[in-house]
């Protein structure tokens, strides 16, 4: 097991959950994400993260598959500029590669808001770490375990 899916494994633990993480191959999209556990696209919480222009640091928003963040939506929840987070920002500050950024065990704290439009369903999948593997979780879950604001900031 990966560092990056011990972390998150560990993380799901410690908030007192059984994580089901599969391995779902290389799945680049969130629609082979969603055709590999057998679920809406919907289902699958993408974790984009930006770079918070002013401070440097990373910003998270959870979002669901079908959806794209609004760069000004974010940008104003964000209260400063965003822009495009490099692979080595994101891996510094979160320890997750791209494509396997999990919502929870981050290298360190991070802002974060979650789109409503996942809280409409029972069980939502996010990375758990890898580009590889996946976690189910209850998605009214996530805001306690992010920390992250309930925020419309899609298109």
Do not use: V
């Given at each position: 097991m990966s560092k990056s899916l011990k972390r998150v494994h560990a993380a799901l633990i410690a908030a007192g959950l059984t994580p089901e993480i599969l391995d779902v191959g290389q799945a680049r999209t969130a629609q082979e994400a969603a055709d590999s556990v057998g679920c809406a696209l919907n289902q699958i919480a993408k974790s984009i993260i930006f770079r918070a222009e002013t401070s440097g640091a990373a910003v998270l928003f959870l979002t669901a598959g079908g959806n794209r963040v609004c760069a000004d939506k974010a940008t104003a929840l964000a209260g400063e500029p965003l822009?495009?987070?490099?692979?080595?920002?994101?891996?510094?500050?979160?320890?997750?590669?791209?494509?396997g950024v999990a919502p929870v065990g981050h290298l360190t704290p991070i802002r974060a808001w979650i789109d409503p439009r996942l809280l409409t369903f029972d069980t939502v999948w996010a990375a758990a770490g890898t580009p590889r593997h996946v976690f189910a979780v209850d998605p009214h879950r996530l805001p306690e375990l992010t920390g992250a604001t309930t925020a419309d900031f899609t298109h």
């Open positions: 822009g495009k987070a490099d692979a080595a920002l994101i891996r510094s500050q979160t320890g997750f590669a791209i494509g």
